[in-house]
């Protein structure tokens, strides 16, 4: 199953797009990138999933190189709420969700 | 939808003492994943289930660790004796199968004293 490396801090202004950056060289062809969030304790929330295109959805977008060994998570705006652990997961094939240390993101005001 | 429903959300127990976690998955999911969350570890999978039955449980630290799916709507987590080392959250999470994501429950955090 293919590891995943983030930078274990970044800061954002509120206001301003925020670039967690994700990488995954080992990934297999048919192996998704998954990202989550978690705020303090509280269970991990799904946030974005790809495959080889760009994804947006409500929350983010999700940017994957063409050779698919990194992606980028975007929160376009944002908030002092978006404050949280940001993981990157590259789903196993045989179903294991392995969770990596991930980025702690603080958006400052 | 009500989401991954897990029980109890606190416990606190004495050291020995058997304790068993609950999770009911958001129905129609057939895979199922336990999760333990220290500060020390992190989110570590302890095991997982695809239609009842457990495929991964390689991450089960011990054998006084158990899981259980007696049917789709059931899981338990049973840590039998406890011990003060076992003390962290424990998650739930389930999942319609790949490549749909994983939804997470609010978790059990442990406290064995």
């Known amino acids: 199953d293919a590891k995943t490396t983030q930078p274990p801090s970044m800061d954002c202004a509120e206001g301003r797009a925020a670039n967690l950056p994700c990488n995954h060289s080992?990934?297999?062809?048919?192996?998704?990138v998954y990202w989550y969030r978690q705020i303090h304790s509280q269970g991990p929330q799904y946030i974005i999933h790809?495959?080889?295109n760009n994804e947006t959805n409500e929350m983010a977008s999700l940017i994957i190189t063409e050779d698919r060994k990194s992606s980028t998570l975007i929160l376009p705006h944002a908030t002092l709420r978006d404050t949280a652990v940001y993981y990157c997961i590259v789903r196993g094939t045989g179903n294991q969700f392995y969770f990596g240390t991930g980025t702690s993101l603080t958006v400052i005001p | 939808d009500a989401g991954v429903i897990q029980s109890p959300r606190h416990e606190v127990t004495e050291m020995g003492q058997e304790v068993t976690l609950r999770c009911k998955p958001i129905?129609?999911?057939?895979?199922l994943f336990w999760y333990r969350q220290t500060m020390m570890r992190g989110l570590e999978l302890l095991i997982y289930?695809?239609?009842?039955?457990?495929?991964?449980d390689s991450g089960m630290p011990e054998d006084r660790f158990s899981a259980k799916m007696p049917n789709a709507s059931f899981s338990t987590l049973k840590i039998q004796p406890s011990e003060p080392r076992d003390s962290a959250v424990y998650f739930c999470?389930?999942?319609?199968?790949?490549?749909?994501?994983?939804?997470f429950g609010n978790g059990t955090r442990l406290t064995v004293t």
């Open positions: 289930f695809n239609n009842n039955v457990p495929i991964d």
């Open positions: 080992t990934i297999s062809g048919n192996e998704y």
């Open positions: 999470a389930s999942s319609h199968g790949q490549p749909s994501p994983l939804h």
């Open positions: 790809g495959l080889k």
């Open positions: 129905s129609g999911h057939n895979s």
